[in-house]
C-alpha cells in the first residue's frame, strides 16, 4: 500500500449530501443509477452515477446520507456528465453498498 501525506489527504473533499433523485441509468453498459445529490446551500446539488443496482432500489435511496468526492473533474459517463463520485465498498459478493454517516450530520459537512 502506498502512503500519502496528510496534506495529500486533505486535497481530496469528501462531504456528506442527500440523495434528492434516484432513477434507473438505462444508457450505462454496467447495470446503474443516477443520483441527485444535495450537498447544501454552497456546493448544491450535484449528479453521479452509481453501479449500486444490486443492494438498492431508486425509491429506497431518496432522502439517503451519502459520502461523496465533491472535487474531482466532471466526468463524462455515456450521456451523463457526472458531477461527484459517490462512495462505497464492495461486499463478499462483489455488490457495492454505500458508506454513509450513521447520525444526522449537516449537508456539505467535510470529512476529516
Known amino acids: ?11 481530496v473533499e469528501l462531504r456528506v ?10 444508457e450505462a453498459r454496467k447495470p446503474a443509477y443516477v443520483l441527485h445529490v444535495d ?8 449528479k453521479s452515477s452509481a453501479q449500486i443496482t444490486a443492494l438498492y432500489r431508486p425509491e429506497e435511496l431518496v ?3 451519502v459520502v461523496a468526492v465533491v472535487n474531482f473533474p466532471r ?5 451523463l ?6 462512495t462505497g465498498f464492495h ?14 450530520v449537516p449537508l456539505g459537512t467535510r470529512l476529516l
Open 81 to 86: 456528465m457526472s458531477e461527484c463520485l459517490v
Open 91 to 104: 461486499n463478499e459478493q462483489g455488490e457495492v453498498a454505500l458508506c454513509v454517516p450513521d447520525q444526522a
Open 63 to 65: 432522502g439517503k446520507l
Open 39 to 46: 450537498f447544501g446551500k454552497n456546493l448544491g446539488v450535484k
Open 1 to 11: 500500500m502506498e502512503t500519502i501525506s496528510f496534506d495529500d489527504f486533505l486535497k
Open 17 to 26: 449530501g442527500r440523495v434528492v433523485s434516484a432513477s434507473v441509468f438505462a
Open 75 to 79: 466526468k463524462q459517463v455515456g450521456p
